[in-house]
Nanobody, 124 residues
């Protein structure tokens, strides 16, 4: 599986961006897809995930502001980011996990495939 993330950029606080992650492979619909981010000088952290069942999970820091979705026909997962804050500044990565369950999907080590990352910068 190859993942290609896009959609990052520079936005003012309070603005919105939509990230996309296009996946290759015929088994996309069976994977848990996740978004992670690495803020400057910090470790990679969980943002959101969507299982093949449609179940969705968010980090507390983005609940109510970010929305993850997937289009299995297009092999694409999205992250709609609204009400962006300067602390959302990070490189955002999409990832695919063939065997994630609810208890494991927030851990980067659970994911087998990663996109290259797209930079989101939120100015104050």
């Amino acid at each position: 599986v190859q993942l290609q993330a896009s959609g990052g950029g520079l936005v003012q606080a309070g603005g919105s961006l939509r990230l996309s992650c296009a996946a290759s492979g015929r088994t996309f619909s069976s994977y848990t897809m996740g978004w992670f981010r690495r803020p400057p000088g910090k470790e990679r952290e969980f943002v959101a995930a969507i299982r093949w069942t449609g179940s969705i999970y968010y980090a507390d820091s983005v609940k109510g502001r970010f929305t993850i979705s997937r289009d299995n026909a297009k092999n694409t997962v999205y992250l709609q980011m609204n009400s962006l804050k300067p602390e959302d500044t990070a490189v955002y990565y999409c990832a695919a996990c063939p065997g994630c369950i609810q208890s494991t999907l927030a851990f980067p080590s659970s994911y087998d495939y990663w996109g290259q990352g797209t930079l989101v910068t939120v100015s104050s």
